[in-house]
């Protein structure tokens, strides 16, 4: 089974749109895990098996382990335990890389051999030659950074190429020659609605990883009505912080549970 | 002392504008390296200690480690080994990194703080909030993807964006208004020296990490003559392949040496 076909089946089967990122900041961590070595691993273990009922994706960001020696380690033994215990989720490493060809090659090993991810997220700027390794794993997911949620996606994003922003080209771009396999999806950012829509309008039902709601103030229900596909699916509506840190107390595991049920409902009354 | 006179000095201590390019290739190393679990490590270090006379600076490339397992950890012994026996030498750790600020903060502590790297590329296509984490280490550097070497450059880098090719407004961006702590560069490929020549006129002394020579075809001499600064220094031009493999015998550390101490030769002819 491909990453898409999987994901749709997964849309179906938990009737969720809901991505759980997982993000883990030591600082944020429960007392629980002050004296844990394995911690990054040991708390996103938990919030995992509390939230997969709810969850159409995990999405671990590798920055957060890479910024701890032996972090790597801990994400891969994160992968291997939601590829084991909930092998019909999947895996999206959020990751971001882009090279010439021969550097995006080990890349491209690093995310789907030694990781085992289903797809990952890629930046396009480097142009076709730099997502062919990634895009010659027919059965993964390339994810590409189309209109990114931060402030700063204005900077070059939106600016004009030949009558339209340089997103919605990419955005062209991808849709109409990279996906001759249909193993792409894009990165479009919830504090963006209008963008979004003219996005979908552009990909058809290709599937949108949706972050920026949230903590960064993205808007749920602009973002189902303004990102849907005709079938009410399509999306994969990330959140992280507002999952991982519901609650610093012992009931973390639970007060994520329930922040996961909450958003898969809210996202299911616009659907 | 920064990034950017930690380089300056050892372009002119060592009278060499060559950059090491480090991107270990287990298919490719000599024979003596078939049972060495730490193979990374040892190759890259052989290479750094027969080629340092020649270098102004070395780039270990992240994705030929992350590619394999516990490869981080050879990476991190490989950079202190270049800080411990190489203190004049600045580390460029190429990983092309690039997400919104939170993540990009962390990626930060993964390059600067994890590794101990002088310097590390980054990729601008999320703008200023995503470089801003890297850019508040004002004496580290922040080597931002421009024209890269790849065919592919052409396919977003060179759109017009109102008057100017994409590439030339982040150069702007870049030198006008990432730069207040003056810890920029900019990665320019050799093999597009028309362009090269273009952003030196942009980005005034700034600092040009140049791959796409050798392998890649980029020739030297047009690289030095467009990209050179008045004093003949500014550039940082990166051999991998070349020297790495230049014998792939016993004598792989001298076919290195003389490679780089070749190249080195060659670029001084055209400063």
Redo the contacts between chains.
């Keep these: 089974m491909t990453f898409i076909e999987k994901l749709r089946n997964r849309w179906h089967s938990a009737n969720s749109l809901v991505c759980v990122g997982l ?1 883990p900041d030591p600082a944020r961590f429960p007392e629980a895990f002050i004296d844990d070595e394995d911690a990054l691993f040991s708390f996103c273990r938990d919030i995992v098996d509390a939230t997969a009922g709810f969850a159409c994706a995990f999405k671990p ?1 590798i ?2 382990f ?5 972090g ?2 801990q994400l ?1 033994r994160l992968i291997a335990h939601i590829n084991g215990c909930f092998p019909d989720i999947p895996v999206i490493l959020d990751a ?9 090659a ?2 491209a ?2 995310a789907f ?2 990781y085992g991810a289903d797809a990952v997220t890629l ?9 062919d390794p990634f895009l010659q794993y027919n059965d993964r997911g390339c994810v590409f ?1 189309c209109h ?10 939106e ?4 009558g339209e922003p ?1 997103y919605q ?2 955005a062209r ?1 991808i849709a109409g020659e990279w996906n001759a396999d249909r193993n792409c999806a894009l990165v479009v950012g919830a504090t963006f609605p209008e963008e979004l829509k003219v996005i979908r309008g552009i990909v058809g039902d290709m599937p949108l990883l949706i ?1 920026g709601i949230g903590a ?1 103030g993205g808007d749920v229900e602009a973002t189902v009505r303004n990102g849907k596909t005709a079938d009410g699916t399509g999306l994969v509506i990330n959140s992280s912080r507002g999952i991982l840190y519901a609650s610093s107390g012992a009931g973390y595991a639970d007060a994520a549970a329930d922040a996961a049920r909450s958003l898969r409902d809210e996202i299911n009354r616009y659907r």
């Design positions: 993000d960001q920055a957060y890479a910024a701890h020696n032996d790597e380690a891969q971001k890389r882009g090279d010439i060809g021969s550097t995006a080990q890349y090993v690093e051999e030694r930046n396009p700027y480097m142009g076709r030659d730099s997502a950074l990114t949620s931060n402030p700063g996606a204005c900077d070059f994003q600016l004009d190429v030949g340089l080209r990419i771009t972050p960064q």
